[in-house]
Protein backbone atom coordinates (compact mmCIF):
# COMPACT_ATOMS: atom_id res chain seq x y z
CA UNK A 1 0.00 0.00 0.00
CA UNK A 2 1.26 3.42 -0.88
CA UNK A 3 0.92 5.86 2.39
CA UNK A 4 0.21 9.50 2.15
CA UNK A 5 0.09 11.11 5.50
CA UNK A 6 -1.86 14.18 5.24
CA UNK A 7 0.43 17.67 6.72
CA UNK A 8 -3.21 18.90 7.30
CA UNK A 9 -3.15 17.58 10.76
CA UNK A 10 0.29 18.43 11.38
CA UNK A 11 1.65 21.01 14.03
CA UNK A 12 2.61 23.98 12.09
CA UNK A 13 4.41 25.32 14.81
CA UNK A 14 6.79 22.63 14.16
CA UNK A 15 6.54 22.12 10.14
CA UNK A 16 10.36 21.47 10.04
CA UNK A 17 9.93 18.97 12.93
CA UNK A 18 6.76 16.83 11.38
CA UNK A 19 7.93 16.87 7.80
CA UNK A 20 11.38 15.34 8.88
CA UNK A 21 9.27 12.33 11.30
CA UNK A 22 7.33 11.74 8.19
CA UNK A 23 10.78 11.63 5.49
CA UNK A 24 12.16 9.26 8.44
CA UNK A 25 8.64 7.20 8.60
CA UNK A 26 8.15 4.36 5.86
CA UNK A 27 5.72 7.32 4.21
CA UNK A 28 5.52 7.43 0.15
CA UNK A 29 4.46 10.25 -0.50
CA UNK A 30 3.37 13.43 1.57
CA UNK A 31 -0.20 14.45 0.84
CA UNK A 32 -0.90 18.24 0.52
CA UNK A 33 -4.21 19.42 1.21
CA UNK A 34 -4.82 23.67 -0.19
CA UNK A 35 -7.75 25.25 0.27
CA UNK A 36 -9.72 28.27 -0.60
CA UNK A 37 -12.21 28.68 1.44
CA UNK A 38 -14.08 28.72 -1.79
CA UNK A 39 -14.68 25.33 -3.49
CA UNK A 40 -14.68 24.00 0.20
CA UNK A 41 -15.80 25.76 3.42
CA UNK A 42 -12.24 25.88 4.84
CA UNK A 43 -8.75 27.55 4.23
CA UNK A 44 -5.69 25.75 4.74
CA UNK A 45 -2.33 26.80 3.43
CA UNK A 46 -0.59 27.47 0.25
CA UNK A 47 2.86 28.17 -1.31
CA UNK A 48 5.12 29.18 1.46
CA UNK A 49 3.94 25.59 2.99
CA UNK A 50 4.52 23.63 0.41
CA UNK A 51 8.32 24.98 -0.58
CA UNK A 52 8.92 24.69 3.58
CA UNK A 53 8.01 21.26 3.47
CA UNK A 54 9.91 20.77 0.12
CA UNK A 55 13.11 21.81 1.73
CA UNK A 56 13.18 19.43 4.35
CA UNK A 57 12.70 15.86 2.53
CA UNK A 58 12.71 14.80 -1.39
CA UNK A 59 9.86 12.33 -1.15
CA UNK A 60 7.23 12.89 -3.58
CA UNK A 61 4.60 15.62 -2.80
CA UNK A 62 1.13 14.47 -3.49
CA UNK A 63 -0.99 17.80 -3.72
CA UNK A 64 -4.33 17.77 -3.61
CA UNK A 65 -6.05 20.84 -4.91
CA UNK A 66 -9.49 22.39 -3.34
CA UNK A 67 -9.49 25.01 -4.93
CA UNK A 68 -11.55 27.12 -7.59
CA UNK A 69 -9.78 28.09 -11.06
CA UNK A 70 -6.97 25.67 -10.31
CA UNK A 71 -5.34 25.82 -13.99
CA UNK A 72 -3.94 29.27 -13.09
CA UNK A 73 -2.22 28.18 -10.15
CA UNK A 74 -0.51 24.65 -11.85
CA UNK A 75 2.86 25.95 -12.80
CA UNK A 76 3.05 27.89 -8.93
CA UNK A 77 2.30 24.51 -7.70
CA UNK A 78 5.08 22.82 -9.84
CA UNK A 79 7.61 25.53 -8.83
CA UNK A 80 6.97 24.78 -5.06
CA UNK A 81 7.49 21.41 -5.59
CA UNK A 82 4.86 19.02 -6.33
CA UNK A 83 5.49 16.18 -7.76
CA UNK A 84 1.97 14.87 -8.68
CA UNK A 85 -1.02 17.31 -8.46
CA UNK A 86 -5.03 16.09 -7.60
CA UNK A 87 -7.99 18.59 -9.24
CA UNK A 88 -11.49 18.33 -8.26
CA UNK A 89 -13.90 17.17 -11.08
CA UNK A 90 -16.33 19.45 -9.69
CA UNK A 91 -13.76 22.70 -10.49
CA UNK A 92 -12.76 21.86 -14.03
CA UNK A 93 -15.24 22.88 -16.75
CA UNK A 94 -12.78 21.78 -19.35
CA UNK A 95 -10.91 18.78 -17.51
CA UNK A 96 -8.95 17.21 -20.20
CA UNK A 97 -7.47 20.54 -20.76
CA UNK A 98 -6.39 20.81 -17.27
CA UNK A 99 -5.02 17.22 -17.21
CA UNK A 100 -2.82 18.30 -20.41
CA UNK A 101 -1.51 21.52 -18.45
CA UNK A 102 -0.53 19.41 -15.54
CA UNK A 103 0.81 16.65 -17.25
CA UNK A 104 2.97 19.78 -19.90
CA UNK A 105 4.76 20.72 -16.61
CA UNK A 106 6.53 16.78 -16.22
CA UNK A 107 4.26 16.16 -13.00
CA UNK A 108 1.47 13.21 -12.58
CA UNK A 109 -2.08 14.36 -12.99
CA UNK A 110 -4.49 13.39 -10.81
CA UNK A 111 -8.59 14.16 -10.43
CA UNK A 112 -10.27 13.88 -7.59
CA UNK A 113 -14.21 12.99 -7.17
CA UNK A 114 -16.47 14.28 -3.64
CA UNK A 115 -18.16 11.51 -2.81
CA UNK A 116 -21.83 12.47 -4.58
CA UNK A 117 -19.65 12.52 -7.87
CA UNK A 118 -20.10 8.97 -9.69
CA UNK A 119 -16.65 7.53 -11.50
CA UNK A 120 -18.24 7.42 -14.52
CA UNK A 121 -17.74 10.88 -15.33
CA UNK A 122 -14.00 10.27 -15.68
CA UNK A 123 -14.80 7.27 -18.29
CA UNK A 124 -13.65 9.73 -21.00
CA UNK A 125 -10.40 10.66 -19.57
CA UNK A 126 -8.91 7.83 -17.52
CA UNK A 127 -6.40 7.02 -20.10
CA UNK A 128 -4.54 10.28 -19.82
CA UNK A 129 -4.72 9.88 -15.52
CA UNK A 130 -1.85 8.64 -13.53
CA UNK A 131 -4.43 9.05 -10.53
CA UNK A 132 -7.94 9.14 -9.02
CA UNK A 133 -8.43 9.73 -5.94
CA UNK A 134 -12.23 8.87 -4.24
CA UNK A 135 -13.23 11.59 -1.48
CA UNK A 136 -14.11 9.46 1.42
CA UNK A 137 -15.12 12.29 3.67
CA UNK A 138 -16.64 15.50 1.85
CA UNK A 139 -13.78 17.82 0.82
CA UNK A 140 -12.69 21.25 3.88
CA UNK A 141 -11.58 19.20 6.82
CA UNK A 142 -9.67 16.96 8.66
CA UNK A 143 -11.12 14.20 11.35
CA UNK A 144 -13.95 13.74 9.67
CA UNK A 145 -15.93 10.62 9.56
CA UNK A 146 -15.76 8.23 6.75
CA UNK A 147 -18.62 7.76 4.51
CA UNK A 148 -19.07 3.61 3.97
CA UNK A 149 -20.16 3.44 1.12
CA UNK A 150 -16.71 4.63 -0.60
CA UNK A 151 -15.78 1.00 -0.41
CA UNK A 152 -17.90 0.15 -3.22
CA UNK A 153 -16.91 3.24 -4.93
CA UNK A 154 -13.01 2.09 -4.90
CA UNK A 155 -14.36 -1.33 -6.35
CA UNK A 156 -16.64 0.21 -9.21
CA UNK A 157 -13.90 2.86 -9.92
CA UNK A 158 -10.95 -0.42 -10.32
CA UNK A 159 -13.53 -2.40 -12.42
CA UNK A 160 -13.73 0.77 -14.68
CA UNK A 161 -9.89 1.29 -14.67
CA UNK A 162 -9.91 -2.39 -15.54
CA UNK A 163 -12.57 -2.22 -18.12
CA UNK A 164 -10.75 0.73 -20.08
CA UNK A 165 -7.16 -0.92 -19.67
CA UNK A 166 -6.02 2.22 -18.38
CA UNK A 167 -3.29 2.41 -15.42
CA UNK A 168 -4.50 5.23 -13.02
CA UNK A 169 -3.70 4.37 -9.89
CA UNK A 170 -6.79 4.47 -6.98
CA UNK A 171 -5.69 6.69 -4.18
CA UNK A 172 -8.38 7.41 -1.06
CA UNK A 173 -8.82 10.37 1.16
CA UNK A 174 -11.06 11.23 4.26
CA UNK A 175 -11.61 9.23 7.63
CA UNK A 176 -9.16 6.41 6.81
CA UNK A 177 -7.50 4.11 9.65
CA UNK A 178 -6.55 0.69 9.74
CA UNK A 179 -9.97 -0.85 9.70
CA UNK A 180 -11.29 1.47 6.39
CA UNK A 181 -7.97 1.22 5.31
CA UNK A 182 -8.33 -2.46 5.34
CA UNK A 183 -11.92 -2.72 3.72
CA UNK A 184 -9.88 -0.04 1.03
CA UNK A 185 -7.48 -2.06 0.16
CA UNK A 186 -9.97 -5.28 -0.03
CA UNK A 187 -11.87 -2.91 -2.37
CA UNK A 188 -9.00 -2.33 -4.75
CA UNK A 189 -6.75 0.63 -3.18
CA UNK A 190 -3.60 1.42 -4.38
CA UNK A 191 -2.99 4.64 -2.25
CA UNK A 192 -4.13 5.98 1.11
CA UNK A 193 -4.08 9.25 2.58
CA UNK A 194 -4.36 9.75 6.55
CA UNK A 195 -4.06 12.68 8.55
CA UNK A 196 -5.43 12.78 11.95
CA UNK A 197 -5.05 9.04 12.52
CA UNK A 198 -1.46 9.28 11.93
CA UNK A 199 -0.81 12.73 13.60
CA UNK A 200 -2.92 11.82 16.80
CA UNK A 201 -1.62 8.37 17.28
CA UNK A 202 0.77 8.24 20.48
CA UNK A 203 3.96 6.96 17.72
CA UNK A 204 3.42 8.15 14.29
CA UNK A 205 6.01 6.57 12.45
CA UNK A 206 4.38 2.94 13.69
CA UNK A 207 0.90 4.08 12.39
CA UNK A 208 2.47 4.57 8.86
CA UNK A 209 4.15 1.46 9.31
CA UNK A 210 0.86 -0.21 9.89
CA UNK A 211 -0.85 1.25 7.04
CA UNK A 212 1.87 -0.04 4.72
CA UNK A 213 1.33 -3.34 5.64
CA UNK A 214 -2.22 -2.86 4.51
C1 LIG B 1 -10.00 16.58 3.52
C2 LIG B 1 -8.57 16.41 3.08
C3 LIG B 1 -7.91 15.25 3.65
C4 LIG B 1 -7.71 15.30 5.14
C5 LIG B 1 -7.83 13.91 5.65
O1 LIG B 1 -10.58 17.65 2.84
O2 LIG B 1 -8.51 16.28 1.67
O3 LIG B 1 -6.68 14.95 3.01
O4 LIG B 1 -6.46 15.82 5.51
O5 LIG B 1 -7.90 13.96 7.01
P1 LIG B 1 -8.29 12.70 7.89
O6 LIG B 1 -7.35 11.60 7.55
O7 LIG B 1 -8.13 13.23 9.28
O8 LIG B 1 -9.72 12.36 7.53
ZN1 LIG C 1 -6.60 15.54 0.69
Same mark, same amino acid.
Request: hydrophobic share 50%.
Given at each position: MIVSPSILSCDFGNVERDTKM?? %???????? &?????????PNISFGFPILKSVNTHTDKVLDVHLMIANPDQYIKDFVDAGADIITVHYETCPHLHRSIQLIKSYGVKAGV?? %?????????????????L?? &?MSVNPGFGGQKFIPSSVAKVAKMKALIIEHNASAIIEVDGGVNLQTGAAL?????????????????DNPSATISNLKKL
Open positions: LH %NSEADWLH &IDVMDGVFVAL %NPHTPVQVLEEVLSDLDVL &ISAAGADALVAGSYVFKS
